[in-house]
């Protein structure tokens, strides 16, 4: 999987998260304006972990109406479909514990005959000690009919370098 990604929902994350980074390994979840990300709030999620359990601080409206209710302080394993969890805790928790952005790629089965392909742009956020002990991950889905239960194609997943624009070829 190549690093280049030009969604602009994802740019537009990346970049603000560049911003409020300011030379630091993660930018503190205070740093982090909604209001700053304009429409692409709409696809983003702020995630902190808590002991070995994950907790939505922020849901975006486009996501939200793919789960179909608000999902802001729930934890991941009341919402997240449990054939699904594995998968995204493994995800946050890899950012978490490196400290490293990454880029993924998968597609899955929501409900039957509502499959997506998801594009995510995770970005780690720290404590106030300076630890890392959430996320930022926005996202891109699009319909794709041929993601079902009995298709369910592994997660693409690349960590990228923080210093180097998203778009930098490989």
Known sequence: MSRRFD??????LWDHWQSVRAGRAAPHVDDISMAALGS???HTMVIERVGPRWRYL???????????YPMERL????????????????????VCDSGRPALTRNGYEIT???????????????REDGSIGGVICGQVMQKAPDRTADHQPPDQ???LDSEKPPSAAT
Do not use: H, K, T
């Open 157 to 159: 997943f690349e960590f």
């Open 40 to 42: 692409s709030a709409e």
């Open 75 to 94: 934890y991941l394993d009341a919402v997240v479909p449990q054939n699904l969890l594995a998968r995204a805790v493994e995800r946050y928790a890899r």
């Open 112 to 126: 039957a005959g509502l499959g997506f392909a998801v594009q995510r742009l995770i970005l780690p956020l720290a």
């Open 7 to 12: 969604d602009p929902i994802l740019l537009r």
């Open 58 to 68: 922020s849901v975006g409206d486009a996501i939200r109406r793919i789960y179909f």
